[in-house]
C-alpha cells in the first residue's frame, strides 16, 4: 500500500520541476500580460528578476539577461543581440505560441523562421520555373517530432479541429492547441493549412 | 483636352465600394488580425480558407457592426476557398460575375474589419493561363494586382470599374496580391456545398525529396498498409520520378499533381528501385482535403 504512495510522491516531486522564465521585456504591460499566460501552466514559473531556465527578452531588454541563459527574443527590428537566443519571434507574436517557443527554447531547440515567406506558399503563381523551390526542401532537416505531435500533426492532415483532436486523443482542447502550436513551430509554419503542406513534403504525412 | 474629372472618378471609386460594403464581412483570424470574407449567394458568405484557423464555429462582424455566428461549412485548400453559412439569413445581393479583365484594368479590392468599409484601388497587374497550386487546385486564370490592400483585405471581393466581382483577394509569397478567380471559387463553393470538403489524390506514401546526382525526386519513407502504393508493390526506398511519363521533381511536384482531379485516376509512375527505373500502374486513392 505504502509503494504507491511513495511512488507518486517522487513522481510529482519530479513534475513540480518549474521551468523558471525570466521576463526582461522593455514593456512593462506587455511582460504582465505574458506573466500571467505563462503562470496559467503547471509547469512555468515567471520571474521578473533573478537567475532563469530561459528568458523572454526584447529590443529594449539590454544587458539584464546573462549571456548563457537560453532567450526567447519578441523581435520588431530583426536584428540578432548577442547571447544564447534560442528562438526570435516576432513583437506581436500569440502567448501561447510564446510559451511553445520558451519550452522549445529550454529544450535546446533552435526555433527559427527559417528565411520562410510563409504565407500561401501553395498559391505560388511563380515568376518562372514552377520547381524553382524545389531544392530549398532538400536541405531542411526533418523536425523531430514529439511521439504525440505526430499524432496531433495527423489529426491535423484529416482537417480535425482542436475540439476533435482534443477529444479523439483525450486530452484537453487547451493541450491540444498547445501542441498545434508547438507543430507550427517546429515546421515554420504560418498556419495549419501550411504546416500540412510542409510535413506533405517532408514525409511527415502520407502523401 | 480631355473631360477627365478626378473628383468625378474619385467618386464613383468611393460609390462602387459603398454600394459593395454591405454585401462584406469580417472575423479575427488566429494573429488578432482580422480578414475580410463576402457574399456569395444563398447566405453563403466565401473567405480565404489560410485565414480560417480553428475549424470551428466563427463569429462573422457585419458591415453593419453586428456579429453573427457562421458555421463553417468546408474549406478547399487547393483554392483557397472557405465557405461560411451564418446563422441567419444575410440580405446582401449576389455580386455579378466581372467580364474578362486585362493587365492594366483598374481592379477594387473591398474589406471589412470589425465594422469598418475598406477600400483600395489599383490595377490588374498580370493575366494569364490557368495554373496548378502548390495542392493540386485548377486556377482557372493567373490574375496578379498591383495594388496596395493590406492583410485585413484578405478574402475580400475584388472589383473591376463596374462593380462586378473578378473574384477573391488572396496572398501569394512576399505578399503578392492574387485573384482567385470568380469561375474557380464557383467551382469549390458547389463541391462544398455538396460534400463538406473537396477530395484529393491519395497515394498512401510518406515521401522526402532526394536528389542523386541529375535524378531528382520523391523518396518513399513510409506506406500505408492499405494505401494504393502499397498495393501496387512499392516499397520503402523506391523513388518515383515520373508521372504518366511526365518527369516529378520531388513531392511537391508530386503532391501537385494529386489535386482533386486526380483522385479514382489510373496512372502509371516511373519508380526506380535499385538503379533501375520501372513502370508502376496504379489507381490514386482519395481523401478529404485539408
Partial sequence: ?207 | MSDFNLSAFSQAIADLAAKVAPATASFVTHHHRTASAFHWRDGYFVTAEEAVEAGEEIELTLASGETVKAELVGRDPSTGVALLKPADAIDAAPLAKADAVRPGNIAIAIGSSQGSALAVSGSVGEVGPAWRSMRGGTIDRRINLAIGAGGRFEGGPVLDAKGALIGMLLFGPRHRALVMPYETIERAVVTLREKGHVARGYLGAGLHPVRDRDAHGAMVMSLDDDGPAKAAGLSLGDIIVAWNGEAVHGPRDLIRRLGPDSAGASVTLGVVRGGEQRDVALTIGERPLS
Fill in chain 1, 1 to 207: 500500500m505504502d509503494t504507491p504512495t511513495s511512488n507518486r510522491i517522487m513522481h510529482d516531486g519530479a513534475a513540480s520541476r518549474r521551468l523558471v522564465v525570466l521576463i526582461a521585456l522593455g514593456d512593462a504591460a506587455r511582460a504582465e500580460r505574458l506573466a500571467a499566460s505563462l503562470a496559467a501552466s503547471d509547469d512555468l514559473l515567471p520571474v521578473v528578476a533573478g537567475t532563469a531556465d530561459v528568458a523572454i527578452v526584447d529590443d529594449r531588454s539590454g544587458d539584464v539577461v546573462p549571456a548563457s541563459t537560453p532567450r526567447v527574443l519578441l523581435s520588431g527590428s530583426g536584428e540578432r543581440p548577442v547571447g544564447e537566443v534560442l528562438a526570435v519571434m516576432p513583437a506581436g507574436a500569440d502567448d501561447l505560441l510564446i510559451v511553445a517557443a520558451v519550452r522549445l527554447a529550454a529544450a535546446g531547440y533552435r526555433v527559427s523562421g527559417d528565411g520562410r515567406s510563409g504565407r500561401h506558399e501553395d498559391f505560388h503563381a511563380g515568376d518562372g520555373e514552377p520547381f524553382e523551390d524545389e531544392a530549398s526542401d532538400d536541405g531542411v532537416a526533418r523536425p523531430a517530432l514529439s511521439p504525440r505531435e505526430a499524432e496531433v500533426l495527423a489529426l491535423l492532415a484529416e482537417g480535425a479541429p482542436n475540439k476533435v483532436i482534443a477529444r479523439r486523443l483525450n486530452i484537453s482542447v487547451h493541450t491540444a492547441k498547445f501542441h498545434v502550436a508547438a507543430i507550427l513551430i517546429k515546421l515554420g509554419a504560418a498556419n495549419r493549412t501550411d504546416a500540412i503542406a510542409i510535413a506533405m513534403r517532408q514525409g511527415l504525412v502520407l502523401v
